[in-house]
């Protein structure tokens, strides 16, 4: 049950993120249609972020200490270009045309989901 939480908390966040990112986009002929793509995409961002994430900060671990946790933007942004290129392979409409968009939006992303998060908190 907490994974579908998580799924439509993200789904809402990268929805957040295309209205306030030009450059972040989804498409759809209906708003069913871009709910399920949004849906989808939420799920390719969590596949991604639970495993190269955690490669990339084992690896970069002095980067992170270096950068006092700066580097981490870059990652998610980076996380959220490929989880753009991987929707575009699956055949999902979703786009994010380049670093800037992605840095901003992975912000967008980052900053919604975690005041969701804060929300909607289950009985644990």
Not at 48 to 75: E, H, W
Request: proline share 2%; aromatic share 10%.
């Amino acid at each position: 049950m907490r994974i579908l939480l998580k799924v439509a908390i993200t789904a809402v966040a990268l929805w957040v993120a295309t209205l306030l990112i030009s450059g972040v986009d989804v498409e759809g002929d209906t708003a069913g249609r871009r709910a399920l793509t949004l849906v989808g995409v939420a799920v390719i961002f969590g596949i991604v972020n639970a495993i190269i994430k955690p490669i990339v900060k084992t690896l970069g671990c002095a980067f992170y200490i270096l950068t006092l946790g700066l580097i981490g933007l870059v990652v998610n942004a980076l996380l959220l270009l490929l989880t753009g290129w991987f929707a575009d392979e699956l055949g999902l409409p979703f786009h994010v045309d380049g670093f800037w968009p992605a840095f901003f939006g992975a912000i967008i992303v980052g900053v919604v989901g975690w005041l969701l998060d804060l929300l909607v908190k289950d009985g644990d």
